[in-house]
T-cell receptor, first 116, second 112 residues
């Protein structure tokens, strides 16, 4: 089990540039989540998908953020244009509902984004 | 809407001290409760979870949590902490088919 794989591990970019974060969920998992972690606000849910369909994107901060899941094994979170306040660690997580709603989340290692 | 409060933002303990981290949630219906741990430089890992039955839940590494429905609480405890328990601890709640909502986290520092 390779776990949830995120890339890149670190991203440093200048304000105004486009940033794309990538996630490969655990094979067979049908839920995928994007979380953002900052010192000020802790862990915030941005968006989650079920069977590749976005279910709740109410946590996406603004139109500069977009997320896609073109297939069951890949998702992207894009920020365009990026701003310094977007600096955070972005976590992707996946889960399966085969054990009902108690299925725990499996997190990736996160992408540390720094926008200068 | 569901929400989670962790009132202790930073806790400093000496080794062998007892630990209790507070977690309160706001949702009146059936909830599933979790504690996740994030060791320095690592990703989040599940520590323990509650869904039904015995309100005292045992987790890994000697941790336990007690669900008190009347107080909307799910506090994390450990009788004797070790230096290796230094980490950030997140309480999380899920109701229905909603995604997990996390608390703001508690940073635990254990001094040798």
């Amino acid at each position: 089990d390779a776990g949830v794989i995120q890339s890149p591990r670190h991203e440093v970019t200048e304000m105004g540039q486009e940033v794309t974060l990538r996630c490969k969920p655990i094979s067979g998992h049908d839920y995928l989540f994007w979380y953002r972690q900052t010192m000020m606000r802790g862990l915030e849910l941005l968006i989650y998908f079920n069977n590749n369909v976005p279910i709740d994107d109410s946590g996406m901060p603004e139109d500069r953020f977009s997320a896609k899941m073109p297939n069951a094994s890949f998702s992207t979170l894009k920020i365009q244009p990026s701003e310094p306040r977007d600096s955070a660690v972005y976590f992707c997580a996946s889960s399966t509902q085969d054990r009902g709603p108690m299925s725990p989340l499996h997190f990736g290692n996160g992408t540390r984004l720094t926008v200068t | 809407a569901q929400s989670v409060s962790q009132h202790n933002h930073h806790v400093i303990l000496s080794e062998a001290a007892s630990l209790e981290l507070g977690c309160n949630y706001s949702y009146g219906g059936t909830v599933n409760l979790f504690w996740y741990v994030q060791y320095p430089g690592q990703h989040l890992q599940l520590l323990l979870k509650y869904f039904s039955g015995d309100p005292l839940v045992k987790g890994i590494k000697g941790f336990e949590a007690e669900f008190i429905k009347s107080k909307f609480s799910f506090n994390l405890r450990k009788p004797s902490v070790q230096w290796s328990d230094t980490a950030e601890y997140f309480c999380a709640v899920r109701s229905g088919r909603r995604a997990l909502t996390f608390g703001s986290g508690t940073r635990l520092q254990v001094q040798p």
